[in-house]
């Protein structure tokens, strides 16, 4: 029960209105959307509930090892995804689009090669041949002419296939979201997952206690 609690009480906050019933229609009336736009959320919160250690799923069971309540892992969870490289990443998709608005997709593709920055919302060090869930995402709706062409100009140049940051922000300007509408679904979604592994980290009743080991000088060496 403290788990299906607390996951209402995330999905009121995070919706800005309280309500019953699934998560993707309590978002789906708070965004104004149909029923095609509610069962994309629905996709979105499925495909993002779960992804192994990733940072902030480490950070959750961590908080619970040390037998801190469902609560306390949540907002350790929540403090790691709000990091920039993860669910912070969204924020620079958006940044990436808005610069191919300025310009066009090719010279915005084509001034980050020259100064060899990052093309945020594509490739993934464990997706070497494609994220499966912006793969999923992705196929479920048709982006805007300029997401599309961004995607395309991307992958022609840099062979990096989309993930599911890129994703995000494609269904955020799709469906007219707001603009942290990304990291609201992102959180949600994975809140459920830090529940689940926070519940089975509690139920070893062990402290995860990882050593480490001084490399630098040795003193008066």
């Known amino acids: 029960m403290e788990a299906a609690d607390l996951l209402e009480a995330v999905v009121d906050a995070a919706a800005g209105l309280t309500g019953e019933g699934p998560a993707h229609l309590r978002f789906a009336a708070a965004w104004g959307l149909d029923a095609d736009g509610a069962d994309l959320v629905r996709r ?24 801190a309540s469902l609560s306390a892992a949540c907002l350790a969870g929540l403090s790691a995804l709000s990091g920039p490289l993860h669910g912070g990443m969204a ?13 066009d997709p090719s010279q915005a593709v084509s001034a980050r090669l020259a100064r060899g920055a990052a093309m945020p919302g594509f490739g993934h060090p464990l997706y070497p041949d494609g994220d499966p869930r ?3 995402l992705l196929s479920a709706f048709t982006a805007p002419a300029l997401l599309a062409e961004l995607r395309t100009t991307t992958e022609t140049a840099t062979g990096l296939s989309p993930n599911i940051d ?7 300007r799709t469906l007219k979201l707001p ?9 949600t979604a994975r809140s459920a997952g830090w529940m689940a592994h926070a519940i089975e980290q509690l139920q070893t009743g062990r402290l995860i206690r990882p050593r480490a080991r001084y490399v630098g000088e040795v003193p008066g060496g």
């Open 91 to 103: 924020a620079r998709v958006e940044a990436f689009v808005e610069e191919a608005e300025r310009r």
């Open 44 to 67: 979105t919160l499925v495909l993002l509930a779960d992804h192994e250690l990733n940072a902030s799923t480490f950070a959750a069971r961590v908080a619970a090892s040390t037998g």
């Open 166 to 172: 890129f994703a995000l922000v494609s269904l955020a």
């Open 179 to 187: 603009p942290d509408a990304p990291f609201i679904l992102f959180a």
């Open 134 to 136: 912006a793969a999923a």
